[in-house]
């Protein structure tokens, strides 16, 4: 059974930084590609990035690019989306998602999903 696990969500100032984690179980990591998402009441669910063993951090939406940073520790099963420089739009509930295969983009499907952390920004 594979299952993914986010946490390292919670409140922070704006400017301020979290590290979201997402550990996976039940495969290895190192044949999956991992995206993030985040859903904002009211909005749609927005791609934020993926990574994956070949292309590293596939892509990033304009919205995070050059705050935040995906990651993965493959020894640990567990991949993390370190997100800097904060605003209070980046408020919304964060997911991972992942996906068999050893490259992502922003078109990728991915079949298995952890259950969301919230992430607040607000001073």
């Known amino acids: 059974q594979v299952q993914l696990v986010e946490s390292g969500g919670g409140l922070v100032q704006p400017g301020g930084s979290l590290r979201l984690s997402c550990a996976v179980s039940g495969v290895s990591l190192d044949y999956y590609a991992i995206g993030w998402f985040r859903q904002a009441p009211g909005k749609e669910r927005e791609g934020i990035s993926c990574?994956?063993?070949?292309?590293?951090?596939?892509y990033y939406a304009d919205s995070v690019k050059g705050r935040f940073t995906v990651s993965r520790d493959n020894a640990k099963n567990t991949a993390y989306l370190q997100m800097d420089s904060l605003k209070p739009e980046d408020t919304a509930v964060y997911y991972c998602?992942?996906?068999?295969?050893?490259?992502?983009?922003?078109?990728?499907?991915?079949?298995?999903w952890g259950q969301g952390t919230q992430v607040t920004v607000s001073s």
């Open positions: 998602a992942a996906d068999w295969g050893h490259w992502c983009d922003s078109t990728t499907e991915y079949t298995y």
């Open positions: 990574n994956s063993k070949i292309n590293g951090g596939g």
